[in-house]
């Protein structure tokens, strides 16, 4: 495996018959359809919720369009829990606009309103999860650290498989960015060891793709086939599990991290291949963080296949994509940082 190229990592830690994205997305248009053949407020409620349920799969202003539907129904309805997910769902429209900050209070304020109202449950532990999300990307890692223990008690008194392998990945990518390898491994196979199902690996296949960014980032260390075969096995599971399930996003950060393995490795055809899907999947979810991350990568594919022209234009329009959404500063800094070394591979 080529030297570790840290455009290929800095994105992919996150937490989301076979079913192919065409047919997830399918699937969001029978939830949809749930919605308008509807016969009563309070099924219309339920159904609209459903289907902002599936945000990981489609785009952000599609999002803010149902969820402040069903924000108006759960009012009308005085249902006290459904009105606290349409404003999960908001936050979910602010995170997925990259407005992390605006996010980061939204969330805040409906876990102070939750702790009024709701123990812990699923509908709780979204809750914790977005705000983790939140705090990740804007490199709260204490913060993230504290919130994740506190909540592995609770899982654990509750017997909430779900919830501990959620948040031990969670606590392995903490580790992962504090470049504490061994350790992120350790709280990833703990949560592996408890996907002991297709049901709970089709669920949690982001796992897989966490394990193999570990590994990633231990071929810089020791570059091995062992490693390497760990970092694509990995992948692939991903993909396979992600194909069965019902968040795009995860067949997303599958296809974009295996499509640039491949591509250090000079398997260009099938690299091409996966990061035009996972950018193709990217833009019909519309998150504008993970869209620009998947550009970077497909700059540097072709940086590899020594198409520079074509690296360089890709990346200046994920810098305008940036620069209209926020100015992330990881995306700008992976943005720049691809420029430089491409404009340098040119003599530029």
Known sequence: MAIINCRICFLFILFFSVLNSTAQLSRLDSLKNNIVIATSETSRLKATLEFCDGWESFTPDTLYE??????????????????????????????????????????????????????????????WMLRGNILQRTSHYDEVLKQDFSLITLAELHHDTIGLIRLSTGIGNVNLRLKKNE??????????????????????????????????????????????????????????????????????????MYGNVLSENKKLVPAEAALTEALNIRKKIGDVFYEIADMVALSAFYENSNNNAKAVDICLQALNLAKENGRDFSSMNSIYSSLGEIYSNMGD
């Open 183 to 256: 350790e992120a491994l350790k709280w990833h196979y703990k949560a592996i060891g408890l996907m002991q199902t297709d049901e709970f690996k089709i669920k949690c296949s982001f796992v897989y793709i966490n394990i193999a960014v570990v590994y990633y980032h231990l071929s810089a260390i020791n570059d091995t086939k062992e490693i390497e075969d760990s970092v694509e096995m990995n992948l692939q599971e991903a993909i396979k599990y992600s194909r069965r399930g019902t968040s795009l996003t995860n067949l997303a950060n599958g296809l974009s």
């Open 66 to 127: 149902y969820a402040l539907m069903a924000k108006q129904l759960a009012v009308n309805e005085r249902n006290k829990e459904a009105i606290l997910l349409s404003d999960y769902y908001l936050a979910a429209y602010l995170f997925q606009k990259n407005k992390v900050d605006t996010a980061l209070k939204a969330i805040d304020n409906i876990i102070a309103r939750v702790k009024e109202t709701i123990p812990y449950n699923d509908t709780s532990l979204k809750f």
